[in-house]
């Protein structure tokens, strides 16, 4: 049922850019104020999650490691530097593996229960595969999109989209990276309707985002491969968004107002969303923190000098003896009886 609802509603707003444009012929609002205001919210957005985050206080270090720790002696044990650091630098690669590469989903593994009962575990590399896929297409796809924002268009933006379409197939060329973003949302999406585990535990904003985004992509691929828009207009009325000259030209398709409205509604979504994992990631503690609490002390900078904290030490010395009755382990021995006295009576 989540993902229904959530199917309905992006249909939903399908229909409004339909009826907006193609019956009330409210190209403004659809083409410059809700972009425009998308845009804004995104931004404002963004940079205050990112003020938030980096305001909140972290004063331990709290890593999630998957690695051996650095040794005392480091000619016992091969430290396993990018999952363990306990370096700055060494931290740093560890970022830059797990925001390139998704390293700590790249050791994703799934569970299966068998006769016995068994529990067996077993690597699970597709998810890390078609995640991989679908971000670095959709990172394409976006850096593609810069030539409709830019003039002249940078040669990093042309080399880039000689490659994505170096294959050469039909015309206009198809892109590698619509086909593979196309693959990664259908695994993506088949996986959460498909295992009921995860169908399970999943809800309204775990689907509604991709079905957003499966629905930005087929009015895209449709536009370039079907409808065959003119991109001319597009570019004149996104280079009057960027220059604060907006203007909208008559000879615009419809279907290029869908795309922009769903663009829309996904940049307003996004800071108020799970999506701002693009920008957490980077202010995580469990991934951004060296793990070296065994070689330097640290100490909660706030701590009230007026409360007094009790050390473990002085709780032991006032329970001992009350501790060693019922059988807990203490760090200390209970002094030895007087002669003549009677031992403690146990509980």
Same mark, same amino acid.
């Given at each position: 049922?989540?993902?229904?609802?959530?199917? &309905?509603?992006?249909?939903?707003? @399908?229909?409004?850019?339909?009826?907006?444009?193609?019956?009330?012929?409210?190209?403004?609002?659809?083409? +410059?104020?809700?972009?425009?205001?998308?845009?804004? @919210?995104?931004?404002?957005?963004?940079?205050?999650?990112?003020?938030?985050?980096?305001?909140?206080?972290?004063?331990? /270090?709290?890593?999630?490691?998957?690695?051996?720790?650095? $040794?005392?002696?480091? *000619?016992?044990?091969?430290?396993?530097?990018?999952?363990?650091?306990?370096?700055?630098?060494? %931290?740093?690669?560890?970022?830059?593996? =797990?925001?390139?590469?998704?390293?700590?989903?790249?050791?994703?593994?799934?569970?299966?229960?068998?006769?016995?009962?068994?529990?067996?575990?077993?690597?699970?590399?597709?998810?890390?595969?078609?995640?991989?896929?679908?971000?670095?297409?959709?990172?394409?796809?976006?850096?593609?999109?810069?030539?409709?924002?830019?003039?002249?268009?940078?040669?990093? @933006?042309?080399?880039?989209?000689? &490659? !994505?379409?170096?294959?050469?197939?039909?015309?206009? @060329?198809?892109?590698? #990276?619509?086909?593979?973003?196309?693959?990664?949302?259908?695994?993506?999406?088949? /996986?959460?309707?498909?295992?009921?585990?995860?169908?399970?535990? #999943?809800? +309204?904003?775990?689907?509604? $985002?991709?079905?957003?985004?499966?629905?930005?992509?087929?009015?895209?691929?449709?536009?370039?491969?079907?409808?065959?828009?003119? &991109?001319?207009?597009?570019?004149?009325? *996104?280079?009057?968004?960027?220059?604060?000259?907006?203007?909208?030209?008559?000879?615009?398709?419809? %279907?290029?107002?869908?795309?922009?409205?769903?663009?829309?509604?996904?940049?307003?979504?996004?800071?108020?969303?799970?999506?701002?994992?693009?920008?957490?990631?980077?202010? #995580?503690? *469990? /991934?951004?923190?060296?793990?070296? %609490?065994?070689?330097? /002390?640290?100490?909660?900078?706030?701590? !009230?000098?007026? +409360?007094?904290?009790?050390?473990?030490? !002085?709780? =032991?010395? =006032?329970?001992?003896?009350?501790?060693?009755?019922?059988?807990?382990?203490?760090?200390?021995?209970?002094?030895?009886?007087?002669?003549?006295?009677?031992?403690? =009576?146990?509980?």
């Amino acid at each position: 049922m989540n993902a229904l609802y959530s199917l &309905v509603f992006v249909l939903t707003l @399908v229909l409004i850019p339909l009826v907006g444009v193609g019956a009330a012929d409210l190209k403004t609002i659809f083409g +410059v104020c809700i972009p425009s205001t998308a845009i804004i @919210v995104f931004v404002a957005g963004f940079v205050y999650k990112i003020i938030k985050w980096s305001r909140s206080a972290v004063p331990f /270090r709290i890593p999630t490691t998957g690695g051996q720790q650095r $040794p005392y002696d480091p *000619t016992m044990f091969k430290q396993n530097k990018w999952d363990n650091p306990s370096t700055g630098p060494q %931290t740093v690669i560890r970022m830059l593996l =797990e925001v390139l590469a998704f390293r700590s989903l790249f050791r994703n593994t799934k569970a299966s229960l068998h006769e016995g009962p068994v529990v067996a575990y077993a690597s699970a590399k597709w998810l890390w595969l078609f995640a991989l896929l679908f971000h670095y297409s959709f990172f394409i796809i976006v850096a593609r999109h810069l030539r409709l924002f830019m003039e002249p268009i940078p040669g990093f @933006v042309n080399a880039l989209d000689f &490659v !994505d379409g170096i294959l050469q197939i039909g015309a206009p @060329v198809v892109y590698q #990276s619509d086909a593979i973003i196309i693959l990664g949302l259908g695994y993506l999406l088949g /996986r959460r309707l498909w295992d009921a585990r995860i169908r399970y535990i #999943s809800l +309204v904003n775990d689907y509604f $985002p991709l079905f957003l985004i499966i629905g930005i992509v087929l009015s895209g691929v449709y536009m370039r491969y079907f409808a065959k828009v003119d &991109v001319m207009a597009i570019k004149e009325l *996104t280079m009057g968004l960027v220059t604060f000259h907006p203007h909208v030209p008559a000879n615009i398709d419809i %279907t290029f107002f869908i795309h922009l409205f769903l663009v829309s509604v996904l940049l307003l979504y996004f800071p108020f969303s799970k999506l701002m994992h693009l920008g957490g990631v980077f202010l #995580s503690p *469990t /991934r951004n923190l060296p793990n070296d %609490t065994r070689m330097n /002390r640290h100490i909660n900078p706030w701590n !009230d000098p007026k +409360v007094h904290a009790r050390p473990y030490a !002085d709780y =032991e010395d =006032e329970f001992r003896e009350k501790m060693v009755n019922v059988g807990i382990p203490v760090d200390k021995p209970l002094p030895s009886a007087p002669a003549g006295a009677e031992a403690p =009576e146990k509980a």
